[in-house]
């Protein structure tokens, strides 16, 4: 059974790099979330977020290093993020998933990660 530590190194870095890479060409075209990512740093924002699920899912600890403890709520708190926007994240994360074909079992321990950490990013009162 893969955990959450372990998905790194099940699925691969290169994996995983290539995942938010086909996440963010998703995002950028998005019509309800692509306007809320800097536009002229889109290689800033897929490093971000690369380097964050390479750590969090057992791999080097770059993200750790550039960009210290995640702050994930605080980080997204200029962004107005309710129902539409989380499952909007979660839509486009998914068919990036199904592209690079993660495997199922990996899938079975990055959909709840994604889910929850989604959730836990909605602020706006609805
Ligand atoms: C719920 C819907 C979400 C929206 C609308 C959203 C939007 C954004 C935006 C606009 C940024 C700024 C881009 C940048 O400068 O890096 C950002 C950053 C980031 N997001 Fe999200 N996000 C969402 C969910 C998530 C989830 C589920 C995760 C992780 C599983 C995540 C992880 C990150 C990370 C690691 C950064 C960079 C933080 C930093 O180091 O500055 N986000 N997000």
Known sequence: MISLE????HVGEAQLRA???AF???VKTDELIGSMYPPDDWEG?????ADFLV?????????LEERGHPRLRGRHMPFSIGLAERDQWLTLMGESMREIGI?????EVMIPFFAQVADMMRNRAE
């Open 55 to 63: 750590y969090r899912f057992g791999g080097p600890q770059t993200y």
């Open 19 to 21: 995942l938010v890479a």
């Open 103 to 107: 495997t199922q079992e990996a899938a």
């Open 24 to 26: 963010y060409r998703r």
């Open 6 to 9: 372990t998905l790194c190194q």
């Open 45 to 49: 924002s897929e490093k971000r977020l």
